[in-house]
């Protein structure tokens, strides 16, 4: 209901209709006073005249009259309604005098505060509001008046039960004729506003992202509108920090980051990007490095701006999984590498195949070049060999047998490789195998060193045996040769006897030349101290013995062996006889293939420094295009008295002994052939700093 007794603008209709009847009665008395004074003197005509024009004034003045009661009628209406609109406003108004009295307040404030309005007016507002708040109420009126233009704060009212709620005042000057300057203001309440506020504020912090939003108007100036508070918990800076503009963001971005995060950012506030998402490092305050991955959208309104909004994550955890990850990658990588051993995933049903880095190194394939197939994997496999693994696959997925098979596989260059493989059959549930995955293993170099510890029992074997017949053999010889000295010496020149003297002589060093083998075969550390020596010395010592057997063959040498190479550890005289076997072998292939001169008939010698487990290497290769070895004995070349060379021509012991020696050296020996095309014998020695 309507608070009439304390309505300061209310006075009744009937107090209006009261002053103006008496107003009227005064004007009658003073007009019939001045009536009769008047026609004392005047003649009756000019009296009835006065009389005609005061009855027509009075109609005048009573319509005049009730003119103006219906506009004052009209007046009071429009009064009450402003009075209803006044109290029963949504919001709350209330206006202050300079020292924060009440002068008006609507009883919509008054049901605000629970207080009814005689307990209002003229009391002092800020004891209406929490302590904390009071000095701010009053500096807001001042600069309200001192202003003279809109302000507005936040504050916290008190009910009449002390129960605090937000309020947002919004006030304006308003001049009183009475009272001089007042400040008007407007009180809404926003206590639900400030609990959706504090709610939002709560889930904000409470999620991993933080929310940022900005804006660059037709003048390309950019405004950051918002930055949500978990920023601090992300990059160690309050949302205030950011809100100062974009150089301070770019300020916390790392320098290896900064210009291209700065390219990104000119594209976006220039239009030319409308969306991305960036990953990018920051550097907090005390100096940690933290990764986040910004998305951005921008979006042109219609008066040319650019509305920005970006969610930004802290992904450090992820990339640190990722490092982690790319590192046991890297790692699992090179334990394949060096255990020489891929794995594969075959998807029987698509006949698609992975295949790790390293399984495509030991088949010969490039990554990239390559669509890896189960026929691919097919032709590799050698030839006598191709069966047994299609066989053995074919059980372990039908037969479900055990799949750990070795075989060898031919490579593009025609090298031969052994691989160990193994593989685990997975079914549906109708038992048909849909996948199957394993891995291969190169063990060419593990078969090797079985075979090379069979051949040094072998050998060792065979070296007592040696031994054993060269010392027996020896004396005699020795005493054979001495007696057919004395015969030459006593045999007269030209004599049948002094011919066949020396006849029996040659085949008596010839015998004497094969027990010196045999002796060096079967002890090869019986021999000079080793010394520091370059490979290029003993090379052309060994090709000034052998030179001229060459040039006579019409075999060209070509010599490519750096000056530069490392010096080698080495007894000279047995790496001399390593390299003229070496020679020998190439010389007797290609006078084989071309008995004549030909412009192939070419023996290449190289040299160069390599790496071996990390150690420095000097590989001397030996590189013939004569008729190769056939595949069946090529693992055999290196066995003791085994001899492609036609009876009488060979013992079968160079190659074994240049083995030998070579590995006594810390070295190997490598053959690698095509029948037919070339060989290629390698000589790979310990460099000086590696021994």
């Known amino acids: ?116 309005r005689k307990h209002l007016m003229n009391k002092p507002f800020p004891l209406f509001i929490a302590n904390e708040f009071k000095i701010l109420l009053l500096n807001h009126v001042q600069k309200v008046l001192s202003a003279n233009t809109k302000q507005r704060c936040e504050l916290m009212l008190l009910k009449k039960n002390g129960t605090p709620f937000s309020v947002s005042i919004e006030s304006i000057a308003m001049h ?3 009272r001089g300057f007042l400040c008007q203001s407007a009180i809404s309440d926003i206590t639900d506003r400030k609990q959706i506020e504090e709610e939002l504020r709560q889930i904000m912090s409470s999620i991993s992202d933080y929310l940022w939003s900005a804006e660059i108007n037709e003048k390309s100036q950019f405004t950051y509108h918002y ?125 698609s195949v992975y295949w790790s880095h390293e399984n495509y190194h030991i088949f010969g394939v490039c990554p990239k070049e390559s669509i890896v197939t189960y026929n691919t994997f097919l032709e590799r496999i050698h030839p006598d060999d191709k069966e047994f693994v299609r066989k053995s696959i074919h059980e372990a997925l039908y037969e479900k047998k055990p799949y750990s098979i070795n075989y060898r596989i031919v490579l593009p260059d025609g090298t031969e490789r052994t691989i160990h493989s193994e593989g685990e059959v997975i079914f549906d549930d109708s038992g048909r195998p849909i996948k199957m995955d394993g891995i291969n293993q190169d063990i060419t170099e593990k078969v090797l060193l079985e075979k090379e510890s069979e051949r040094s029992k072998h050998l060792a074997s065979l070296g007592e045996l040696a031994a054993s017949i060269a010392h027996e053999i020896n004396n005699p010889i020795t005493g054979l040769i001495n007696c057919t000295q004395i015969l030459i010496n006593k045999s007269p020149e030209g004599s049948k006897e002094k011919d066949l003297a020396k006849r029996i002589m040659k085949e008596g060093d010839r015998i004497a030349k094969i027990v010196h083998n045999l002796l060096s075969f079967a002890r090869p550390t019986c021999k000079e101290n080793k010394e520091i020596v370059h490979v290029n010395e003993i090379l ?18 070509r010599l490519d062996i750096p000056q530069r190479l490392p010096e080698i550890v080495a007894n000279k005289h047995l790496i001399q006889q390593v390299f003229l076997n070496a020679i020998h072998n190439a010389r007797y292939a290609l006078n084989q293939k071309y008995s004549s001169t030909h412009e192939n008939k070419i023996l290449e010698i190289l040299g160069e420094e390599i790496m071996l487990d990390n150690w420095p290497y000097v590989k001397i290769t030996f590189y013939d295009h004569g008729t190769g070895i056939p595949v069946k004995i090529r693992n ?22 240049s083995y030998s020696i070579v590995k006594d050296h810390g070295g190997k020996l490598m053959v690698d052939s095509i029948e037919g095309k070339f060989t290629k014998l390698s000589i790979i020695l310990p460099a000086k700093s590696r021994l």
């Open 540 to 557: 052309s010592d060994t090709l000034v013995l052998i030179g001229t057997q060459l040039r006579k063959d019409g075999i060209k040498v």
């Open 227 to 351: 930055y949500s508070p978990v920023v601090e918990k992300i990059t160690g800076r309050p949302p205030e920090f950011y809100m100062k503009g974009p150089e301070h963001w770019l300020n916390t971005i790392h320098s290896d980051d900064r210009d291209r995060l700065s390219n990104v950012f000119k594209k976006i506030t220039t239009g030319q990007l409308d969306h991305t998402e960036e990953e990018y490092r920051i550097t907090l305050p005390d100096g940690e490095i933290r990764w986040v991955r910004d998305s951005v959208l921008a979006k042109k309104t219609g008066n040319k701006t650019i509305r920005l909004h970006g969610v930004a994550s802290d992904i450090t955890e992820r990339k640190q999984v990722e490092a982690a990850l790319q590192k046991s990658e890297a790692s699992l990588v090179r334990a394949q590498q060096i255990a020489h051993l891929g794995n594969y995933e075959w998807d029987i049903v698509k006949d």
């Open 1 to 116: 209901m309507k608070d009439k007794r304390n309505d300061p603008y209310k006075k009744s209709e009937s107090t209006i209709i009261k002053q103006t009847g008496k107003l009227k009665k005064q004007a009658q008395q003073t007009r019939c006073r001045k009536n009769r004074e008047t026609t004392k003197k005047m003649p009756a005509s000019d009296i009835e005249k006065l009389i005609h024009e005061l009855q027509t004034h009075q109609i005048e003045l009573e319509m005049q009259n009730n003119e103006l009661l219906k506009v004052q009628q009209e007046i009071e209406e429009s009064r009450i309604k402003y009075v209803d609109l006044y109290d029963f406003a949504p919001i709350g108004y209330v206006t202050l005098d300079p020292r924060g009295i009440i002068v008006e307040a609507n009883l919509t404030l008054c049901n605000l505060l629970g207080i009814e």
């Open 636 to 657: 055999k070349v290196i066995e003791s008295f085994f001899t492609t060379k036609p009876r009488g021509e060979g013992t079968g012991l160079g190659l074994s002994i």
């Open 176 to 178: 009183d004729s009475k």
